[in-house]
């Protein structure tokens, strides 16, 4: 078993799934996914990341308690993260974010992280729902969404301004009642 803390919970993962824990090991490969553009572009705006302020947001979310990462790293080679952020205890819901290298796209991957993080979200974290809001134009991950479980909820138009354009978004969720 590997161990994650969000705050003072002791997250355990079996051996043999494809996330982890977030580590020290993984700081350089967060920053170098952070900075591929292509990547970033599918989610939101994009802007490089200097080092310094990456090393922040790492050492921030090593001990957040509304913050969960781990990294998909199958086989210990590092492809991406997924994350359950605005975690709330009080509503018992959270929002789910993934982001991966290009290269392992499409071979399910994504989706068996996805539905990993939902079952430490439902079952160690309590959680009741989880949500995601994804680029409607962004197939991919909607897919990857839906087939770990995820329905649509709405559509918000033109929601974001990503270099020039709006974008509109997709609201996904799934239920811990639809994933027993």
């Not at 539905?115 to 430490?120: L, P, S």
């Not at 989880?130 to 709405?154: C, L």
Request: charged share 25%.
């Amino acid at each position: 078993m590997l161990r994650s803390y969000v705050a003072v919970m002791i997250i355990n993962t079996p051996t043999n799934s494809i996330i982890k824990p977030l580590h020290e090991d993984y700081k350089l490969d967060l920053f170098e996914l952070a900075n591929d553009e292509e990547t970033a572009l599918l989610s939101s705006h994009w802007e490089p990341v200097e080092w310094e302020n990456h090393c922040k947001w790492f050492d921030k979310r090593m001990m957040a308690e509304d913050f969960l990462v781990m990294i998909i790293a199958p086989a210990g080679n590092f492809l991406g993260h997924v994350d359950l952020k605005r975690i709330d205890r009080h509503n018992q819901h959270a929002e789910i974010a993934i982001a991966m290298n290009q290269q392992p796209r499409g071979k399910g991957i994504g989706t068996q992280a996805l539905k990993e993080m939902v079952h430490i979200g439902f079952s160690t974290l309590g959680l009741k729902k989880i949500y995601t809001y994804t680029r409607s134009d962004n197939i991919p991950a909607i897919r990857a969404y839906a087939k770990a479980g995820f329905k649509k909820e709405a559509t918000l138009r033109k929601e974001r301004l990503i270099a020039g354009v709006y974008y509109n978004f997709d609201i996904m969720s799934i239920l811990q009642s639809n994933n027993s």
